[in-house]
T-cell receptor, first 112, second 113 residues
Framework: RKEVEQDPGPFNVPEGATVAFNCTYSNSASQSFFWYRQDCRKEPKLLMS???SGNEDGRFTAQLNRASQYISLLIRDSKLSDSATYLCVVNAGGGSQGNLIFGKGTKLSVKP | EPEVTQTPSHQVTQMGQEVILRCVPISNHLYFYWYRQILGQKVEFLVSFYNNEISEKSEIFDDQFSVERPDGSNFTLKIRSTKLEDSAMYFC???????????FGPGTRLTVL
């Protein structure tokens, strides 16, 4: 069974804090990795793709360890607007047309 | 910025009725998907569609479900005889190429009474 496991959360942090989310995936054939964010009762929105070399987008840094099948997301200098559920997502791999496997998500609440 | 659109935003139906959920993917995209999310649970893949045919479907996508791309813009999901457990948020997604990110529509909230 192809699964994506995430920190259960919730994470309650003050503004300005640094917070890290972790994720593991079971399907070694997965080729593409993403972090999406989802606001309450809204659609998942792509935050960033995750590459083997690691990548950074402003305050957000994503890392991938293929050997350990582990993905992480670091958010620096948290803002109130970062409050959302963060979804670790991998593609199903194995020649599929790229359907995505989602984790249950980790809820982040940034307080003033 | 181009976006995926979905209609209706909320559909209420009686058990056993047929529903059609509509999606307009981003115009130059070639790969289309339906996902669902039951309240409080994770997003689950239903079906993928490419080159005018289903390319993959999950166990959830049984004979009660069908998809269609009737013209160059719309992509529909039909549930023939809805069940209570079909109540969920249904998201349409599209992407331009094999290794590109998927972009999601705002979803249709389906409530089966």
């Amino acid at each position: 069974r192809k699964e994506v496991e995430q920190d259960p959360g919730p994470f309650n942090v003050p503004e300005g804090a640094t917070v890290a989310f972790n994720c593991t995936y079971s399907n070694s054939a997965s080729q593409s990795f993403f972090w999406y964010r989802q606001d309450c009762r809204k659609e998942p929105k792509l935050l960033m793709s995750v590459y083997s070399s690691g990548n950074e987008d402003g305050r957000f840094t994503a890392q991938l360890n293929r050997a350990s099948q582990y993905i992480s997301l670091l958010i620096r200098d948290s803002k109130l607007s970062d409050s959302a559920t963060y979804l670790c997502v991998v593609n199903a791999g194995g020649g599929s047309q790229g359907n995505l496997i989602f984790g249950k998500g980790t809820k982040l609440s940034v307080k003033p | 910025e181009p976006e995926v659109t979905q209609t209706p935003s909320h559909q209420v139906t009686q058990m056993g009725q047929e529903v059609i959920l509509r999606c307009v993917p981003i115009s130059n995209h070639l790969y289309f998907y339906w996902y669902r999310q039951i309240l409080g649970q994770k997003v689950e893949f239903l079906v993928s569609f490419y080159n005018n045919e289903i390319s993959e479907k999950s166990e959830i996508f049984d004979d009660q479900f069908s998809v269609e791309r009737p013209d160059g813009s719309n992509f529909t999901l039909k549930i023939r005889s809805t069940k209570l457990e079909d109540s969920a948020m249904y998201f349409c997604a599209s992407k331009s190429g094999s290794y590109n990110e998927q972009f999601f529509g705002p979803g249709t909230r389906l409530t089966v009474l």
